[in-house]
């Protein structure tokens, strides 16, 4: 028999009680796991695909207000610009506006594949046939398994915003390539097709573009570029905005709400009414045991032993509860990512890092929990531990 | 034969709020080596704290308190547990055994203590079971064993790790008459055959009659030899 | 003793014993407490937001957009059309005599959200005089109202409260142009707090939109002249339009916020009442269990196992109660009226406050009930189950 034998056993002197606090510590890692790991997702959502070495101008008085065409070739002639392309937001969807709208372009294929090659990957001959058919459009991966899509066929996508001249509000668009992201886990949710043929056919707007992706030689120039761009354009009628991708798409995801404040509210308070469940139990279990541990006192077992014995027994349930809690988020969030919805925000599945933060928090709430009954364990005198009860 | 414990001029006062309480003022007493003593008294006259002193499980004020040689008074309590671990067995009057292991893991508990091997401490619990006639009921736990088999358990315990001195409180309070006689059988045998020292303290006359002489505390004070 | 006599005494000893087991017992209040306000908080989140929009529309206001555009920034509406609804049946007369009809259109500028510190969303409207008529909780309470043809700007004072960079005096840059500040007004309850509202035809000119515009609001004579008016607009083929009740409309947009509720909230708050419910359930059981010798001198005086459970069912019940009084009033104090902002159905800000309502109270309430019920119906069973012998054993 070990110490931790001992300490297991007395774990579970009374199963009931036992399950009823890992079911509770159960729930809050439950609860830590799936939050932490959303707000992870939305954080990793808002940095995929952005590089550092790329800005993205936009209209100064908001993203959703356009610039002129003529913006990108002046932006391009900036110095320390090595590439640019541009895209308009066209509010896609197909069939149901409702339930399914997602994210889609119109862009120049040439420079936007020459930049995103790795973001949107295609097989060679996906990209030539991408760029040759003027209704051409890529989807992603997801987006192409959710509707059935295949490469070759024409499908109506039609737009929240604009209108063909002709009346209609959708576009027939032929499928050149079907992509996927540069890691697996990547969000493949989107559709790129040709900016001119929108262009050619929409009922206002023409030649606007809504924001121009910029390379720069290096991120040492990143503010240089941006200062000399938005020099540039300044006291013009659409004056620009240039900040880097990842401070652009990150202020796009706040707009919804402070989900960080949320989740850790959430969590805290979930913890926080764990944190007294848990420890006012242990402590009452732990006076149940008094004169049991005069007598491991009285055998020689040595204060601090004693202390640890009790401190581990505290330990060792909050990790079971959180090993259980971390187990069934994640297996929940694999289930999440497979779903449409989960599927937007990328891979959910719960990182290290999130798992060993669990992990962390329940030594930590072991070590607090514990720390009331190991103390009074520690202080407590042979004589007065062996006289009562 | 040489002294195994020896109590010099051991004094010993409690506060209870504002009062003190003398215990002992100056107690002397000296237990050699194989000896049986069983220690009588009424309520208040020091028993208790006379067996705590020579547990080491409480302090004397002044004084010195030997045993093997070693002067424990000094220890501090750390020193004390590993003491108490090498050289006393106890034995209580409500058995005191863990609720959640079995009669073979009660006795080992002490074994956790020691540096020996999984191998030899399994061969010392049966050992220790067999002499108090339980390995059968190795496997049982507490509430599943009498008042008589769990006291048995009990002195395994004390046992299993060989020290020289039994220390015990009121070992058969709470058992009938025939079971009591059984267990102070078995510790008259532990004291004759195995030689070891062993103090006992009880209310119970019959029970003194198995040690090999009885000190009587009153006031704190011995007032009486038996031999 | 009569049942009711015994059950009442139970009771008071079951209820006058919680202090023994106090530190337990503040416990299960304690996490009972945080449940309730947990779910109560996501409750009167979206609450808040819905009422804020249900607040927006009138019943005698019909809204007219771009048949297919969901929202206002995807719609587009024009002078001929505006003339056209004019003609419709049921549309009340302004004070100029003309028909009563509030051409807007809408466009989006950068604010800066005052919580993360980020850019954000905000609406701004150019409205013409009719925009106030339409909209009578609208009220300037501090500076003035723009003036027609110039490049002012009034804010609400919803949107003041959670955005940075649109305080009164202040001068903004859209473009080329420079605005100023020169009034705020309340709508109080309303999304229209949450805008910026200039003149519609300098907004035109300075965004280059030409003569359009994308909505128009139109007032009516009473809500019940609103199912012609929308038939009226279906089927004029010149228009294209979708017309609906304003109120209709903005009732819409609240339906798609109790996602939030129901994907959130509740989840969240049902994972938390479990573990609540499981340290309610310990405590119940550590009650009975200290009271095990207590119950069995009362079976054997005679008192009845019922008795026992009841006793142990009011004693769960009072914590739970405890637990959501405390809850309820930690979202009072600390939540209700809390002002907050999310990205609306038009992709800008709308701000709002955390409203608790008593629909919300009893719903949170009744799940902390709840807990309570079970987490005394089993400890409550086990202790009519005492047997009346065990208290002699002992």
């Known amino acids: 028999m070990t110490d931790f034998d001992l300490v297991w056993k007395n774990l579970f002197r009374k199963p009931l009680r036992t399950i009823l606090l890992t079911v509770s510590i159960f729930m809050a890692f439950l609860i830590f796991g799936i939050l932490t790991s959303l707000n992870v997702a939305l954080d990793r959502a808002s940095e995929s695909g952005s590089a550092s070495n790329r800005l993205v101008v936009s209209n100064k008085i908001n993203f959703t207000q356009s610039m002129p065409y003529a913006y990108v070739n002046r932006v391009a002639a900036i110095p320390g610009v090595t590439a640019v392309t541009y895209q308009n937001w066209f509010g896609a969807y197909y069939q149901d506006q409702r339930t399914s709208r997602f994210v889609g372009f119109a862009v120049d294929p040439e420079t936007y594949m020459a930049i995103f090659r790795d973001e949107a990957r295609l097989t060679d001959a996906e990209r030539q046939a991408f760029l040759t058919e003027r209704t051409g459009v890529i989807v992603g991966k997801s987006l192409a398994d959710r509707y059935g899509w295949k490469v070759g066929q024409t499908i109506p996508i039609s737009s929240n915003i604009y209108s063909q001249a002709n009346g209609r509000r959708s576009w027939d668009m032929k499928i050149s390539g079907i992509f996927t992201g540069a890691k697996p886990t990547d969000p493949t949710t989107a559709i790129y097709f040709h900016y001119d043929y929108m262009n050619e056919t929409i009922t206002f707007e023409r030649d606007q573009v809504g924001t121009i992706t910029v390379v720069t030689a290096s991120p040492d120039q990143n503010d240089q570029v941006a200062k000399a761009i938005d020099a540039n354009f300044a006291n013009s009628p659409a004056e620009t905005s240039t900040v880097d991708e990842k401070t652009f798409s990150r202020a796009f995801l706040k707009q919804a709400g402070d989900l960080n404040f949320i989740v850790t509210m959430v969590v805290s308070a979930a913890f926080a009414a764990i944190l007294m469940i848990v420890s006012t139990t242990l402590v009452s279990a732990m006076r149940e045991r008094t004169k049991e541990i005069g007598v491991m006192k009285t055998l020689g077992f040595s204060s601090p032993r004693v202390l640890r014995m009790v401190l581990g027994e505290a330990v060792l349930l909050s990790s079971l509860g959180a090993v259980l809690g971390l187990g069934t988020s994640a297996f929940i969030l694999t289930g999440l990512s497979k779903s449409p919805v989960g599927s937007s925000f990328g891979d959910l599945s719960m990182s290290p890092v999130v798992a060993l933060s669990g992990l962390a928090l329940a030594v930590s709430l072991g070590l607090v929990t514990g720390a009331i009954p190991a103390l009074s364990a520690l202080r407590m005198s042979i004589i007065e531990a062996l006289n009562r009860g | ?227 | 003793m009569s049942l009711l006599n015994q059950t009442g005494s139970v009771i008071a000893m079951n209820v006058r014993s919680i202090p023994q087991r106090l530190w337990m017992s503040l416990a299960t209040v304690g996490s009972i407490a945080l449940v309730v306000a947990v779910l109560l908080g996501f409750l009167a989140l979206a609450n808040g937001f819905n009422q804020t929009l249900k607040g927006s529309g009138a019943p005698d206001v019909a809204i007219a957009l771009r048949d297919g555009s969901g929202s206002e920034l995807n719609s587009v509406v024009s002078r001929e059309q505006i003339d056209l609804l004019g003609q419709g049946p049921g549309v009340r007369a302004g004070p100029d005599g003309r028909p009563l009809i509030s051409a807007e259109l809408v466009l989006i500028v950068d604010g800066i959200k005052k919580s993360t510190a980020t850019k954000a969303n905000m609406p701004l409207r150019g409205i013409g005089p009719n925009g106030l008529l339409v909209r009578p909780q609208a009220k300037i309470t501090q500076g003035r109202m723009f003036a027609p043809g110039s490049n002012e700007i009034v804010v609400g004072a919803g949107l003041l409260r959670e955005f940075s960079g649109f305080e009164l005096g202040k001068t903004l840059r859209f473009g080329a142009q420079t605005w100023k500040v020169v009034g705020v007004f309340e709508a109080p309850g309303t999304v229209f707090e949450s805008e910026l509202w200039a003149d519609a035809p300098v907004i035109q000119s300075l965004f280059n939109r030409g003569s359009t515009f994308q909505t128009a609001r139109v007032g009516l004579t009473s809500p019940a002249a609103m199912p012609a008016f929308v038939k009226y607009v279906k089927d004029e083929q010149r228009l294209q339009l979708k017309a609906q009740s304003e109120q209709t409309y903005f009732a819409d947009q609240a339906e798609r916020s109790g996602l939030l509720i129901k994907y959130f909230g509740w989840p969240l708050g049902i994972i938390m009442a479990i573990g609540a419910l499981a340290g309610a359930l310990n405590t119940m059981y550590a009650s009975v269990s200290s009271r095990a010798a207590e119950i069995a001198t009362l079976r054997v005086i005679g008192f009845s196992g019922f008795s026992a459970f009841i006793g142990t069912m009011v004693e769960a019940l009072v914590l739970s109660a405890l637990g959501a009084l405390v809850g309820v009033a930690i979202c009072a104090m600390g939540f209700n009226g809390l002002s907050a902002s999310t990205l609306g159905a038009g992709f800008t800000q709308v701000a709002f406050r955390l409203q608790i309502g008593p629909d919300i109270i009893t719903q949170a309430v009744t799940l902390a009930l709840i807990i309570g019920l079970i987490g005394g119906i089993f400890p409550g069973l086990r202790a009519s189950q005492q047997r009346p012998l065990l208290a002699l054993a002992t």
């Open chain 2, 1 to 227: 034969m040489s002294a195994l414990i020896q109590l010099k001029n051991v004094k010993k006062t409690y506060k209870r709020g504002k009062e003190s309480i003398t215990i002992f003022d100056g107690l002397n007493l000296t237990i050699e080596q194989g000896d049986f003593v069983a220690i009588m008294g009424p309520s208040g006259s020091g028993k208790t704290t006379l067996l705590n002193l020579l547990g080491g499980t409480d302090r004397s004020d002044s004084g010195e308190i030997n045993f093997d040689g070693e002067r424990i008074d000094g220890y501090n309590e750390g020193q004390l547990a590993g003491w108490r671990a090498r050289s006393v067995g106890f034995i209580f009057q409500f058995y005191n055994l863990m609720p959640v292991l079995n009669a073979a893991q009660n006795v080992e508990l002490p074994l956790m203590l020691t540096k020996l091997s999984a191998g030899k401490r399994r061969a010392n619990v049966e050992t220790a079971l067999k002499i108090v006639g339980l390995w059968d009921r190795a496997k049982h736990r507490p509430k599943e064993l009498s008042g008589g088999q769990q006291q048995r358990v009990a002195i395994a315990r004390a046992i299993v790790s060989d020290p020289k001195f039994l220390l015990c409180d009121e070992p058969t309070g709470d058992l009938d008459r025939n079971t009591a006689n059984d267990i102070l059988g078995t510790l008259q045998q532990l004291n004759q055959e195995m030689g070891k020292t062993i103090v006992m303290v009880t209310h119970d006359p019959e029970a003194a009659r198995f040690a090999k002489r009885t000190l009587h505390l009153d006031k704190g004070v011995f007032a009486e030899v038996t031999q």
